[in-house]
């Protein structure tokens, strides 16, 4: 029971752009043993823990949907906020910025805003996404979620399907969320051990160019209106995660043999 109450917790924070699902596993203590875990294909023990993460993602995001569907502007404020405030997390134990570092912000800013493509809101309809669009969606936020401080869902938005998944989880999209589904278990199993060399190696600039990705795709949930309750949201959306952030404990993913 301890397992599940904590994967529901972890399922709601990973719909949260901003938040990050390895940072909440490195909070509980999970962290670690369970990298190794999966490594080595032994998840039954951990069952529970998934069962409680599906079904925390579907209370989040069908929550983050009927909100976004009647405050689209309130929603993407405070969005951005909790989007922007990742940056610390994400740059945190790295080392000081220097003409590398720097060119790999910059390009991570530049890659951002070219991707990014229309502003985010709730999708109406999702007939015309390609499901292997969808399937790298899956592949790519769940490989990134484990990582401590990268936010997966940032990832959804950079590829402009998060809204998408949002509509998909409300509507109850089957063969979306199925397909989804197939990408994440696909990126954990597939590509954590990849992923946790290269990020060992070159932490600093995966960081650096992570931190210009999500400067560059924050221009695809900007409100299309400010005033003081849109402001007030985008500084509670930004406090909460810079708060969130410090509780991560500076563990590194653990070297691979």
């Not at 998934?50 to 929550?63: D, H, L, R």
């Not at 983050?64 to 906020?81: I, P």
């Not at 940032?154 to 109850?172: A, P, T, W």
């Amino acid at each position: 029971m301890n397992l599940l109450i904590k994967g529901i917790i972890l399922g709601f924070v990973m719909v949260m752009p901003g938040m990050s699902g390895g940072t909440v596993f490195l909070i509980f203590g999970l962290y670690e043993n369970m990298v190794k875990d999966i490594l080595k294909l032994n998840i039954k023990p951990y069952i529970p823990l998934a069962v409680g993460i599906i079904g925390g993602i579907f209370v989040g995001g069908f929550t983050f949907a009927l909100v976004f569907e009647n405050y689209r502007d309130a929603t993407v404020a405070f969005l951005l906020g909790c989007l922007l405030a990742s940056i610390k997390s994400v740059l945190k134990d790295c080392p000081k910025i220097n003409g590398s570092f720097l060119g790999m912000l910059i390009a991570g800013v530049v890659t951002g805003a070219i991707m990014v493509g229309e502003p985010l809101g709730l999708a109406m309809e999702t007939e015309d996404v390609s499901l292997l669009v969808i399937l790298i969606g899956g592949v790519l936020s769940s490989a990134a979620m484990i990582i401590p401080g990268i936010p997966g869902s940032s990832v959804l938005i950079l590829m402009g399907i998060y809204d998408i998944m949002l509509f998909s989880i409300k509507e109850l999209e089957i063969v979306n969320l199925l397909v989804f589904g197939t990408g994440s278990l696909l990126g954990i199993f597939l590509l954590l051990n990849i992923l946790a060399k290269l990020y060992d190696k070159y932490k600093g600039m995966i960081s650096y160019f992570f931190a210009g990705l999500i400067v560059g795709s924050s221009r695809g949930i900007l409100p299309s209106t400010v005033n003081l309750w849109i402001v007030a949201l985008f500084i509670i959306g930004f406090a909460l995660v810079w708060i969130w952030s410090d509780k991560e404990d500076g563990k590194m993913l653990p070297r691979q043999a």
